[in-house]
Nanobody, 112 residues
Framework: QVHVVESGGGLMQPVGSLRLSCAAS????????MAWYCQAPGKERELVAF???????NYPDSVKGRFTISRDNAKNTVDLQMNSLKPEDTAVYYC??????WGKGTLVTVSS
């Protein structure tokens, strides 16, 4: 069984910053891809940031230059540094491991 747990969400004012963390544990032989997705109310879940085992990253235009994904392969963790937050970043953020395992999500609310 694989456990994926996110942390770090909360309420932040626009232009502020938040850092999300995700830890994977359990029966994982190897972790290849790690990613963050978000799902806003009434919308579908969408990719926010993606990182491969060798550190290649990918971001949609909506967060490029504001969000940074990083991982620690020794600890099986992946972080998402979110800067210059906007109200439209408000969503539940989910961690994904190997395009298969999901956490329960952490809520990020950006509001003044």
């Amino acid at each position: 069984q694989v456990h994926v747990v996110e942390s770090g969400g909360g309420l932040m004012q626009p232009v502020g910053s938040l850092r999300l963390s995700c830890a994977a544990s359990g029966s994982i032989f190897s972790i290849n891809t790690m990613a963050w997705y978000c799902q806003a109310p009434g919308k579908e879940r969408e990719l926010v940031a993606f990182i491969t085992s060798d550190g290649n990253t990918n971001y949609p235009d909506s967060v490029k230059g504001r969000f940074t994904i990083s991982r620690d392969n020794a600890k099986n963790t992946v972080d998402l540094q979110m800067n210059s937050l906007k109200p439209e970043d408000t969503a539940v953020y989910y961690c994904n491991i190997n395009m298969r395992y999901w956490g329960k999500g952490t809520l990020v609310t950006v509001s003044s």
